[in-house]
Every structure is written in structure tokens, then in C-alpha cells.
């Protein structure tokens, strides 16, 4: 897995050490269907129940090495999913606060989260995991020194922009069927840098603040 994590064929190869290896250390077989789990070390999107995908492992890699996390951090994740992304977090972060609009998928995650640390598998210190709708971020644990966006609004929420700390990174895909990944570095004056990564595909952001007022 390490070899297309790290290979130059990437524009953007993944090249932090702590990333690489919590990809290493998170096993995603455990977060991905029974029926493609043959296939959880392949550099591929997985369908996770509820129509809802997980994502290929160099965008995982990438979104996190984006976030710049050296451990200290609190982290905001919206859309938890399988939980797979929140475990890579946990293992890289202090506090990770992860949230899904869809109960059942967060349940799911949440148990197999626990089962892991009881196992000794992940070793995180903690992982807030609610359902909620996050296209409005989520205030109770705000503000976050980083926070990943992984389903896709029109515009950026511009509240995930007044939950971010000042020096805080927001990684998010934008757009409708064409989007493209953003990380937004919120200044310490509270100006901000916009960066485009890549071209992307990730599921619609659900929720009120989608359609909203952006930036
Ligand atoms: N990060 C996940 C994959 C996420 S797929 C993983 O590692 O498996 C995108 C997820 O975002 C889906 O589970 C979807 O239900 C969720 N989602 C969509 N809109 C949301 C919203 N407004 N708030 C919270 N979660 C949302």
C-alpha cells in the first residue's frame, strides 16, 4: 500500500511519515463490507452501506497529510461513514470529533471504533462520534485546529470557516459534478489562503447549510 502511497506517478505523493504510517497501522478491511473485502488494500473507493462510498486510500492520505497534524490537534470530521477516515485521524490527532447524518452508518462506525481500541488494534485518545447533520459544522467542539469535509457541498459552509482556530486547515472537496479539493489555512489576522489540490469525486454533502450561503 505504501509503494502508490508514496509513488511519483502521484502529482501530490504522500511524503509524512506519520501519515504513511497510520495508513499502515489502521487496518480498512475492518471498515469496509464483507463482500469487497478482498479488495480493502486496492487503491480504490468501496461501497459502504447506505449508498454512501469510502475513499480510495491515497485521497484518505492525502486529505490527512493536507490537515498537517502533529498530534497535539482537535480535529473536526464531517461525514464519518465507515469510520475508517476518523480511525487515520486518531491515530495522528489528540481529539477527533466525527459526525454522520445517517444513524445507522454511525453506529456502526462507532462500535467498530470501540472494537478496535478494546483490541489494542487503534490507539487513539478520543473519538467523538454523533449523528448530526455537519454542513454546519458542529459547534460543541469547536473551535478545531483542523477539520476535513469528506461529501462534497456547492460552496464552502461558512461556518466551518468560524469553527476553524486561527493557523487552522479546512480540507474540503467543492463543487457539484465537477469539484476539486480545497484547503483553506485561516490566518492568524483571520485572513485566509485558498489552495486547489485535485480534482476529485465524493458524494453530495446532505443537509441545510448545502444550499446556503457560502464563500
Ligand atoms: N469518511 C468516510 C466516508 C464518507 S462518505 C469513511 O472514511 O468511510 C460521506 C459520508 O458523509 C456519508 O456517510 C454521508 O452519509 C455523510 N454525510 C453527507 N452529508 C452529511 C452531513 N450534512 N452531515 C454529516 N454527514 C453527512
Known amino acids: 500500500m505504501v509503494a502508490f ?9 504522500i511524503r509524512d511519515q ?17 463482500e469487497v473485502r478482498d479488495q480493502s488494500y ?18 484518505v492520505a492525502l486529505m490527512t497529510q493536507l490537515l498537517e497534524l502533529k ?10 461513514g465507515s469510520g475508517y477516515q476518523a480511525a487515520v485521524l486518531g491515530e ?13 452508518l454511525l453506529e456502526t462506525a462507532k462500535k467498530k471504533l470501540e472494537e478496535l481500541k478494546e483490541r489494542g ?19 460543541p467542539g469547536a473551535p478545531y485546529d483542523a477539520i476535513i469535509v469528506t461529501a462534497a457541498p456547492r460552496r464552502v ?14 480540507v474540503i472537496p467543492v463543487g ?13 489576522d483571520g485572513s485566509r489562503i485558498e489552495e486547489v489540490i485535485v480534482p476529485v469525486r465524493f458524494v453530495k454533502l446532505r443537509g441545510e447549510g448545502e444550499s446556503g450561503k457560502g464563500q
Open 5 to 13: 502511497l508514496s509513488s511519483e506517478v502521484s502529482e501530490a505523493p
Open 18 to 34: 506519520r501519515v504513511l504510517d497510520a495508513l499502515l497501522q489502521v487496518p480498512r478491511h475492518e471498515f469496509v463490507p464483507v
Open 42 to 59: 486496492n487503491n480504490s473507493p468501496l461501497p459502504i452501506p447506505e449508498n454512501q462510498t469510502i475513499s480510495q486510500p491515497y485521497i
Open 71 to 80: 498530534g497535539s490537534e482537535k480535529v473536526l470530521e464531517i461525514g464519518t
Open 92 to 104: 495522528l490527532a489528540d481529539e477527533v470529533y466525527t459526525v454522520e447524518i445517517v444513524p445507522a
Open 121 to 139: 488494534t487503534l490507539h487513539y485518545k478520543k473519538i467523538v462520534a454523533v449523528t448530526a447533520d455537519g454542513s454546519k459544522g458542529y459547534p
Open 157 to 170: 459552509p461558512v461556518e466551518l470557516l468560524n469553527q476553524l482556530k486561527p493557523g487552522g486547515r479546512l
Open 176 to 188: 457539484d459534478l465537477f469539484q476539486e479539493l480545497q484547503r483553506i489555512r485561516k490566518k492568524e
